[in-house]
């Protein structure tokens, strides 16, 4: 890869960082707008198979 | 999933059988606002003699088969109610908790329905995850330091 080319890609990577960051920092945020007793969408089911989903 | 009715079956099992408990781990930070997950319910208890009857009642209220997974060695029981996907785990001893009623000390009280839990403080969820050090644990830290930090107004 070339020089240009690896600037480029440290480029992207950071603003995926910041957004993924930004991201985070709104969920936490709207988790914390809500009383802790509407903060209940936090269950995984287990499937029978193995795994589980929200 | 939304946690809300088994919230309630629990919180009103234990406010039943007059089982003193905390919720902590990952279920406690969630209601602490961070966006995390999990498929079951931590609690701390005192187990004496009369706690472990008083958890056999409740685990009977909750139509769930109690076990002891890691008999003879360690405090900890597991209700299990795989119809209704409900696990809970009842720890006499948790890492970097000194005491019970320490815990209880800084737990807060949250309603579900016509009962309420006391529910852990962020710090001592972190503080126990920390001591731990289990991967699951060392993973979600940062997200659940992020939240501490939120709360506590630190941008």
């Known amino acids: 890869m070339n020089q240009a080319k690896k600037i480029r890609r440290a480029e992207e990577l950071n603003a995926l960082h910041k957004e993924s960051e930004k991201n985070e920092r709104e969920q936490i945020l709207s988790r914390l707008r809500l009383p802790p007793e509407k903060r209940t969408h936090f269950l995984r089911m287990r499937f029978p198979w193995g795994g589980s989903a929200l | 999933m939304d946690a809300v009715s088994l919230l309630e079956s629990i919180a009103k099992a234990f406010k039943e059988t007059r089982l003193e408990v905390v919720l902590i781990g990952n279920a406690a930070a969630a209601l602490d606002g961070a966006p995390v997950t999990t498929d079951d ?115």
């Open chain 2, 41 to 155: 319910f931590d609690f701390m208890f005192r187990p004496t003699r009369t706690n472990i009857q008083k958890m056999r009642s409740a685990a009977r209220l909750l139509g769930a088969a109690l076990s002891q997974p890691e008999y003879p060695i360690s405090k900890f029981y597991r209700m299990l109610n795989e119809q209704v996907g409900l696990q809970v785990d009842m720890m006499g001893v948790v890492d970097g908790v000194k005491s019970f009623e320490s815990l209880r000390s800084r737990a807060g009280e949250v309603s579900f329905g016509s009962a309420s839990l006391l529910v852990a403080d962020l710090k001592d969820v972190i503080r126990s995850k920390k001591i731990a050090g289990r991967e699951k644990d060392r993973a979600v830290l940062p997200v659940l330091e992020r939240t501490l930090g939120l709360k506590e107004g630190r941008r």
